[in-house]
C-alpha cells in the first residue's frame, strides 16, 4: 500500500510543470528566441574565491594524507565557525558552532524538519507560498491553515491577536497556537516583500505566549537592502527559544549546482511529548538532539568541496566577490521595477529580494498571463496562483538574469503590450 497522503498533492510541482509547458511551445515554435525570467537559477559564475577554494580542496583530495571521505553530519568545523562568526556574532547573536548544521540546501531542510514533530501539529503558511512549505507537510498528512498575504494588508501575515477593544478572534488560527508551526520566508518567496523588526516581532511574542514553533526561511537575507529589515529572526529576543532557522547559499553565492546551505537549532527549542498516558505528565525534549539524531542517520553530510567553498565566501576576498554579485542581480531588479512601472504594470518586492511580484495587467488570470508572456514575448515568467489561491491574479519573475537578456525580455514584453 501507498502513502495515500502523496495523492493528495497537484498533479506536478510547479516548476516542472512550467518546464513542461515551455518544451511543449519550444516544439511548436523551434527558432523561438526564449528568456526565463521564471525560474529562480542563477546565471553568474562562481566568485573567483569559490573556484580557488574548490581547485585546493579537489587537489587535497587526490592526496592520502587529505583525503576526506564521510564528514560530520553537522558539518565541518571550519565552516560552522565561520558560520557563527560572520553571520551571527557580527550582528551582535549569541549563536554556538554546536547549533549550527550543515546541508545540501535549503529546500532539503524545510521540507525535512517537519519530520521531528507529530502528524497531529497544525502548520500556518502564509499565502502565497514557497510549496515545499505545503508539499512535505500534505505528505506527512498534516492540517495546513493558510494566512492569506496580500496588497491590502502590505503582504504582511496578521498574528491572531484580539483586537485592543476586546473584539472576536477571527484568525483561521484560532484562539491560541498550542501545537501549531508558522512557516515565515523572509525576504519572501515569491513576493519579495519584507517584515520590519518590529512586525517580525509580533510572530516571535506570539509563539512565545501560545507555545508555538517558528520555521524561518531566510534564504534570501543577503539580499537585504533596509536598515530596518532583519536578517535573522534571532535579532529578536527570545526567538531562541522558539525558531529554527534555514538559510541558503545558493542565491548568496550561486551555489545552486554546488548544493550547500545550514540550519541553526538552538538548544533552547524544545518541544514536548507525553511521559505517561496515565498521569499525563509531559516531558520537554531538545529539537537540537533529536535534528542531530535524524541528520545522523538518514544524511551522510555534505561534500567537503563544497563546505570549503561556502568557507571561502567568508574570507575578505570572497566577501567583496559575492557582494559584487549580489549587486549585479540587484541591479536587475532596480531596473525590472523600474521599466515595469513605467509600463503600468502594478509592481511588488524587488527592494530587499530578487523576486518582484507583479499584478496582472486587465484583470488576466495568472496562467492567463503566463501563456500570453510565452507565446507573445517568448518570455517565462512564473504564475502567481501556483503559490496559493491568493497569488492568482500575479506573476513572479526574478532577477537572475544576465543584465543583456533582462533588458531583451523587458524591451519584448513593451513592445507587445
Not at 502565497?128 to 498534516?142: E, F, I, Q, T
Not at 516571535?204 to 529572526?233: G, K, M, T, W
Not at 525590472?336 to 529580494?353: H, P, Q, S
Amino acid at each position: 500500500m501507498i502513502n495515500e497522503n502523496f495523492l493528495k498533492l497537484s498533479g506536478a510541482y510547479l516548476f516542472s510543470e512550467i518546464a513542461q509547458k515551455v518544451k511543449a511551445y519550444k516544439a511548436e515554435a523551434p527558432r523561438a528566441d526564449i528568456i526565463s525570467l521564471g525560474i529562480g537559477d542563477v546565471t553568474q559564475p562562481l566568485c573567483p574565491a569559490v573556484i580557488e577554494a574548490l581547485h585546493k580542496a579537489t587537489d587535497e583530495m587526490a592526496v592520502a594524507a587529505s583525503f576526506r571521505g564521510y564528514g560530520p553530519e553537522r558539518g565541518y568545523d571550519f565552516l560552522r565557525e565561520a558560520i557563527v562568526e560572520h553571520d551571527f556574532r557580527a550582528r551582535g547573536i549569541d549563536i554556538d558552532a554546536d547549533e549550527v548544521f550543515v546541508s545540501d540546501g535549503a529546500k532539503s531542510d524545510t521540507g525535512n524538519f517537519q519530520e521531528l514533530l507529530s502528524k497531529d501539529v497544525r502548520i500556518a503558511v502564509t499565502d502565497p507560498v514557497y510549496p515545499v512549505y505545503v508539499d512535505s507537510n500534505m505528505m506527512a498528512g498534516r492540517e495546513i491553515v493558510y494566512l492569506p498575504c496580500t496588497a491590502e494588508n502590505g503582504f504582511v501575515p496578521q498574528a491572531p491577536l484580539l483586537s485592543p477593544q476586546g473584539g472576536k478572534n477571527t484568525s483561521p488560527l484560532g484562539e491560541n497556537g498550542k501545537g501549531l508551526v508558522i512557516y515565515l520566508c523572509y525576504p519572501n518567496n515569491p513576493t519579495g516583500t519584507t517584515l520590519t523588526r518590529e512586525q517580525l516581532k509580533v510572530w516571535v511574542d506570539y509563539a512565545l505566549n501560545n507555545n508555538a514553533l517558528i520555521f524561518y526561511d531566510a534564504a534570501y537575507e543577503a539580499y537585504i537592502q533596509s536598515e530596518d529589515v532583519p536578517h535573522s529572526i534571532y535579532e529578536i529576543p527570545g526567538a531562541k527559544e522558539c525558531a529554527v532557522e534555514f538559510h541558503s547559499y545558493s542565491k548568496t553565492a550561486g551555489f545552486t549546482g554546488i548544493r550547500c546551505g545550514y540550519t541553526v537549532v538552538p538548544k533552547g527549542v524544545k518541544s514536548e511529548r507525553v511521559k505517561s498516558e496515565k498521569s499525563g505528565l509531559l516531558e520537554t525534549i531538545s529539537l537540537n538532539s533529536l535534528w542531530n539524531r535524524r541528520q545522523s542517520t538518514k544524511f551522510n553530510g555534505t561534500s567537503y568541496l563544497s563546505q570549503r567553498a561556502a568557507e571561502a565566501i567568508y574570507t575578505p576576498e570572497g566577501k567583496t566577490q559575492v557582494k559584487a554579485t549580489i549587486a549585479y542581480y540587484m541591479e536587475n531588479a532596480r531596473l525590472m521595477r523600474e521599466v515595469l512601472t513605467d509600463m503600468g504594470f502594478t509592481v511588488y518586492g524587488g527592494v530587499d529580494a530578487p523576486y518582484l511580484w507583479v499584478r496582472t495587467p486587465n484583470g488576466m488570470k495568472s496562467w492567463e498571463f503566463f501563456d500570453w508572456m510565452l507565446r507573445s514575448a517568448h518570455v517565462v515568467c512564473t504564475p502567481g496562483v501556483g503559490f496559493g489561491s491568493a497569488g492568482e491574479g500575479y506573476v513572479r519573475l526574478t532577477a537572475f538574469g544576465t543584465h543583456e537578456n533582462t533588458k531583451e525580455a523587458l524591451r519584448r514584453v513593451n513592445d507587445k503590450l
